[in-house]
């Protein structure tokens, strides 16, 4: 009979626990009171107060974007700062590749759909992820301009998804890896190179040949919004970023798709200049 009462004990308690672990992983939803967002629970029990002014789903990983005082930042279920995200197109910075860029004192690095720093902060810019690789700079500036971002002068090089620098930084510019070789320019040149950052012979663009060059690339989604992450050098060496975004209902969506020669779900392509740009 004591055994059976012990036994009963320690299901009850397993119960116990198990019942606090479901409220606990339970989903939040944000809301909106008196211009504040914050987060409850299906029972519309406030769980996170409203103190932000913007407040997103949380991720299947737990963490979720908000906006206060200082700007953009990701929550844990428990509404603590995780991290505070580098910021382009009006929003935190985009995952490639499950990664995600954010700067402490001027410097970038990256972290995961969980918040976790994966590479420390420690470049002067940084290009996201493509086939593994990110393009960064050494010794350029950078200034944000709205939600463009200028970088001037410096060298650029790539680095794996661990942070290790595997191609050393020696070019004026560089671009994504797009089918296993990026376009760089390498002594005023344009050229492509392979992943261990052997310039490809006789790989000069068709876009260089015509005097022309890429100013980005182009992927399209899985519901066929096209996303344009694009790049521009003023006269002055400045390096321009943006990423902007076309979805399907776009008036510009199908003027867009034809500039780029067509472009599959799932497809990335180098973006070729606009009539007028060189």
């Known amino acids: 009979m004591q055994n059976r009462l012990i036994w009963l004990s320690i299901l ?7 019942s606090r672990g479901s409220e606990a992983m339970e989903k939040l939803i944000p809301f909106e009171n008196e211009g504040k967002w914050g987060y409850k629970n299906a029972s519309g029990q406030v769980l996170i107060k409203p103190q932000f002014d913007m407040a997103h789903d949380f991720s299947p990983e737990g963490i979720a974007a908000v906006v206060d005082d200082r700007g953009w930042a990701y929550i844990n279920e428990n509404g603590e700062i995780v991290i505070r995200p580098f910021v382009v197109d009006n929003g935190p910075d985009y995952f490639k ?5 954010f700067r402490i004192d001027n410097k970038f ?8 720093i994966i590479i420390r902060s420690q470049f002067d810019f940084a290009f996201p992820f493509h086939e593994g ?5 050494v010794g350029c500036k950078e200034d944000p301009e709205g939600e463009y971002h200028s970088v ?7 680095i794996n998804r661990r942070g ?12 994504d890896f797009e089918n296993g070789k990026a376009e760089v320019k390498f002594n005023s040149k344009r050229v492509f190179i392979d992943k261990r950052g052997r310039i490809i012979k006789g790989s000069i663009s068709d876009m260089e040949k015509e005097g022309k060059q890429s100013i980005g690339s182009a992927r399209m989604e ?11 050098e003023s ?7 943006a990423v902007l975004r076309y979805p399907p209902d776009h008036p510009e969506y199908n003027k867009v798709l034809q500039h780029l020669g067509g472009l599959e779900k799932g497809q990335e392509k180098l973006v070729p200049p606009w009539e007028g740009q060189k």
């Open 222 to 232: 899985t519901d066929g919004t096209i996303v344009l992450q694009l790049r521009a």
């Open 133 to 137: 690789l990110a393009a960064i700079c």
């Open 109 to 116: 690095g990256f972290f995961d759909r969980k918040g976790k």
């Open 97 to 101: 590749e499950g990664l995600a860029r």
């Open 164 to 175: 290790k620098i595997v191609i050393p930084a020696q070019f004026e510019e560089a671009g």
């Open 152 to 158: 001037k002068g410096g060298t650029w090089g790539y």
């Open 12 to 18: 009850l308690l397993t119960l116990t626990v198990v």
């Open 235 to 241: 006269s002055g060496g400045t390096i321009g970023d």
